[in-house]
């Protein structure tokens, strides 16, 4: 990893580090869900050193933290994220969602970089990493076996997600679309990772976590509650 990359690495770790702090103190409830009695600093210092390890794997695949001058085309890729936060802003209003589905404001400011930083490194970069090992050993990883890689690890986070269900009945239409929109949100971000590197995949998550689950979370409480 080059020393522009750690540095990229080791500024959003430290913020993420941070932001875990904060919240830890603030609100220690809203990490028992996940990690129950686990102290949430140390279980995220290990997850930002699994993760600087993984990058630095994925490198002989041809991951990046970030490729140099790609900054302001990967800004088109963000787009995506308001039009997947959109759609489900629509499906919210036509379905109800449970009202618990979001963390409050301010506390969504602080929680969702935190676990979605999580969620890319167990989600995204753990998975990749392995299949990509095996897949080495039996097969030449061109473009079209990447691909299917990388569609075979976007199904993680939507089957997990599922998997937990919600706190009250929803229609199942809308459950099949939440697990496409995962899906889609996966692949998207997977891709930008092949093509931009980390830090551009992360921001996409940023991006639609800030549209649906920190602007919209807080508007939907008035307005569908």
Not at 108 to 124: A, Q, R, W
Not at 135 to 145: A, C, F, L, P, Y
Not at 188 to 197: D, V
């Amino acid at each position: 990893m080059s020393e522009s990359s750690r540095f990229v690495y080791l500024v959003t770790s430290a913020t993420i580090l941070l932001a875990t702090g904060v919240l830890y103190a603030l609100k220690p409830m809203l990490f028992r869900y996940f990690l129950g009695t686990l102290n949430p600093i140390l279980i995220v210092s290990i997850i930002v050193i699994l993760g600087f390890l993984l990058l630095d794997g994925l490198k002989q695949f041809g991951f990046l933290v970030y490729r140099s001058g790609a900054f302001f085309e990967s800004l088109k890729v963000m787009s995506l994220s308001l039009v997947l936060s959109l759609i489900m802003v629509i499906l919210d209003i036509t379905a109800k969602l449970p009202e618990d589905i979001n963390v409050v404001f301010p506390f969504s400011t602080l929680y969702y970089p935190v676990f979605g930083f999580i969620v890319e490194i167990l989600f995204h970069l753990m998975p990749l990493f392995l299949i990509l090992l095996v897949v080495k050993r039996v097969s030449v990883i061109d473009e079209r076996v990447m691909f299917g890689c990388l569609v075979l690890v976007s199904f993680l986070e939507p089957f997990f997600q599922l998997g937990l269900g919600f706190s009250s009945q929803i229609p199942l239409w809308a459950t099949v679309y939440v697990g496409l929109n995962i899906f889609l949100i996966n692949i998207i971000q997977l891709c930008t990772f092949r093509r931009f590197g980390f830090a551009p995949m992360f921001t996409f998550r940023l991006f639609y976590y800030l549209f649906w689950h920190i602007i919209w979370g807080s508007i939907r409480l008035g307005y569908l509650f």
